[in-house]
């Protein structure tokens, strides 16, 4: 049975501002040509908390970590698909990347995937943007919750005045962010993240998909409509950014929104990797049996890429439809695993002797 997280969860949308474009910086680090202002914020991490239902005894679990070792691997592939609409990120360490905005905890991660539709340029857009996007907050990581929650709806707004975005273009988000030992997962639409504790499969988010009773309400409530599946016939999320020729009007209840869900959860000694991937690896393989595939790849060769490739591979031959992105991020240290999984250690070869070659060699040592 796969466990759920706790879900820390606002219900009310936050008021959004109108996206104003960072200017350029001399010697401030970028990702694919975004500069970055010079800003920096003291460390805080009071936005990131346990679920309100957690008792502090679960908070400071006895069984736990100083501070998790983060290694991650990702593969994408076209699958049967003519064309490929994923992206995806994988920072191990985001303080190298956001140091001239933020002072952030060791670790600090940032992983995402976007599973796009009706073309790749929301995907692509959102990917080539994504620290402008979600570390832009002056008030970052002090109020990391709302920020990552204000950031969807940011992305979601720069696609709707970017004339360059084909309007019926979108994408599903999924972002993890690791900060020392807490782990938040915000997601819109159905890419899925899948923690690894003892080898048993925490959902880290809910699939956003029409057949979800409390998505089919609320879009019911907005005057939308489920049929056969479909967001008003046309949609298979509930959920995604972009996609402003079925979004009305800003201001308005719609039936597909950009708001994501985030849950937050403690790392301890027992989680081992946190699995990221888009709805075809989800199509079809449960939470609990992509977990099993990775826990066997990485025990037999400690390589989080490889896993990530066996996991997709998995899928194809399962005959999945989609195109295939996988993300896997390691929280345990190299010694906890195998040492035979370790290519640089040199294994002991075991040879036996002939019943003559004993005693020679025995006579040998006698002298």
Avoid at 174 to 183: E, S
Avoid at 273 to 302: K, N, P, Y
Wanted: proline share 5%; aromatic share 6%; net charge negative.
């Amino acid at each position: 049975m796969v466990a759920e997280a706790e879900v820390t969860f606002q219900q009310s949308l936050p008021a959004v501002l109108d996206i104003q474009l960072l200017r350029a910086s001399a010697g401030v680090t970028d990702i694919d040509g975004v500069s970055l202002s010079a800003v920096k914020s003291p460390v805080s991490l009071s936005g990131l908390r346990c679920s309100e239902s957690d008792d502090d005894d679960d908070c400071s679990s006895s069984v736990s970590l100083d501070v998790p070792v983060i290694r991650s691997g990702s593969y994408a592939d076209i699958g049967p698909r003519r064309s490929m609409e994923d992206e995806h990120i994988c920072i191990d360490d985001l303080s190298s990347r956001v140091a001239s905005l933020h002072d952030l905890p060791k670790p600090s991660a940032f992983y995402a995937v976007f599973d796009g539709h009706g073309g790749p340029e929301a995907a692509a857009y959102v990917r080539k943007n994504a620290i402008k996007l979600f570390f832009e907050d002056e008030k970052f990581p002090q109020t990391s919750e709302s920020s990552l929650r204000n950031a969807f709806l940011q992305a979601d707004l720069a696609l709707s005045e970017d004339r360059s975005i084909n309007p019926s273009s979108g994408t599903t988000a999924l972002t993890a962010l690791v900060f020392g030992r807490h782990l938040m997962v915000a997601n819109a639409g159905d890419c899925r993240a899948v923690l690894c504790r003892n080898g048993e499969a925490i959902d880290m988010s809910q699939d956003h998909r029409p057949i979800y009773l409390p998505e089919r309400s609320r879009v019911e409530s907005c005057g939308g409509f489920v049929d056969d599946g479909y967001l008003n016939g046309i949609l298979s999320v509930t959920r995604a950014l972009g996609d402003w020729d079925m979004k009305l009007p800003r201001g308005s209840r719609s039936p597909l929104i950009a708001e994501p869900e985030i849950k937050q959860i403690r790392l301890t000694e027992e989680d081992e990797f946190l699995i990221m991937g888009c709805d075809g690896i989800w199509d079809v393989l449960t939470s609990q049996e992509a977990v099993s595939i990775v826990r066997r790849g990485l025990r037999r060769h400690d390589d989080p890429m490889r896993s990530a490739r066996e996991l997709a591979l998995e899928a194809l031959r399962l005959n999945t439809f989609d195109n295939l992105t996988v993300v896997v991020v390691c929280f345990l240290p190299v010694d906890n695993v195998a040492v035979a999984a370790d290519p640089t250690v040199e294994k002991q070869m075991c040879c036996s002797l002939t019943a003559d070659a004993f005693q020679s060699l025995r006579a040998f040592l006698d002298g």
